[in-house]
């Protein structure tokens, strides 16, 4: 199976099981087979989409170069923020935003007070090397390690080894927090759909805020990056260890993520 879905094998399992102990028919056991085929067919065929336009835009760059003429926004107020807008064509973004909500969130409502008696699904996770940039998600590591001065020069050439993806629709957000500190300097996030501003503040406690969203107080003022379709942010340095990040649920009384937005963050283990 292919393991960058989140269709686990607990779901099969959970397919077969429902026609088996119920005294199902044959009639209900081909509606649960052809859901299933259906199911990886909408997969695969997202997939093949995006993998033929991730090829499209290496050929594209080849002859162009334009990855390495990318630009990059540096956040004056949180030292290691960088913002690269647009790092992913509008048309390449869409194809991503469809793979990935048919590859790890395919049965999550829109509606997030909607689960049909099933925890909501909204985090996908991958572990392993992302150095084939032939694949969706070596793809994004290959950009991360391309765009110059994306990273500093010593966490540029690296590979990533695990990668989130985190769904939010309307009125979700994530607490303020630094991610674990068992994973390096350099961490990179792509945002996908609907348009959010990610908050960030200067933490007194970095240890705790590694552990322990939104029970810290931030020490002063907060900074607010709008984050939209194909952008790309890195924090490294301070903006890493120092400031806590998250995505409030809601800024002056309206969601702050209106729809449906996907991101993908990728880090790397530490070797300590
Ligand atoms: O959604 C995002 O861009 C950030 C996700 C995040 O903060 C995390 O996975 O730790």
């Not at 088996?20 to 009639?27: E, H, K, P, Q, V």
């Not at 990318?70 to 390449?92: F, H, M, N, W, Y």
């Not at 998600?137 to 391309?146: D, F, H, V």
């Amino acid at each position: 199976m292919d393991y960058e879905t989140s269709i686990d094998s607990d779901e099969y399992e959970q397919l077969f099981e429902d026609t088996s102990c119920n005294g199902a028919t044959d009639t209900d056991k081909n509606k649960d087979d052809s859901d299933l085929d259906f199911l990886l067919d909408s997969v695969s065929l997202a997939r093949k989409r995006l993998e033929k336009a991730i090829l499209q835009q290496h050929l594209l760059w080849q002859t162009e170069s334009s990855i390495h003429s990318t630009k990059i926004d540096r956040i004056q107020k949180v030292p290691g923020l960088v913002v690269c807008r647009g790092a992913l064509s509008p048309e390449l973004s869409k194809l991503y935003f469809e793979w990935l909500e048919a590859a790890y969130f395919q049965h999550t409502s829109h509606d997030p007070l909607i689960n049909n008696n099933m925890e909501r699904v909204n985090q996908g996770m991958y572990f392993g090397a992302m150095d084939d940039r032939s694949s969706p998600l070596g793809y994004l590591a290959y950009i991360c390690t391309s765009i110059p001065g994306l990273l500093p020069a010593k966490l540029q050439n690296r590979v990533y080894g695990q990668g989130i993806i985190n769904l939010y629709d309307s009125g979700e957000g994530i607490g303020d927090h630094i991610d674990l500190l068992r994973f390096d300097d350099g961490i990179c996030g792509f945002s996908f759909g609907s348009t959010a501003l990610m908050r960030m503040m200067p933490a007194k406690d970095v240890e705790r805020a590694s552990r322990y969203a939104e029970e810290i107080d931030g020490l002063g003022e907060c900074v607010e990056v709008e984050l939209g379709m194909g952008d790309l942010y890195a924090f490294s340095g301070d903006a890493r260890y120092r400031w806590t990040h998250g995505f409030p649920r809601h800024i002056d009384g309206k969601d702050n993520v209106c729809g449906r937005r996907i991101s993908v963050t990728l880090r790397k283990l530490s070797t300590w």
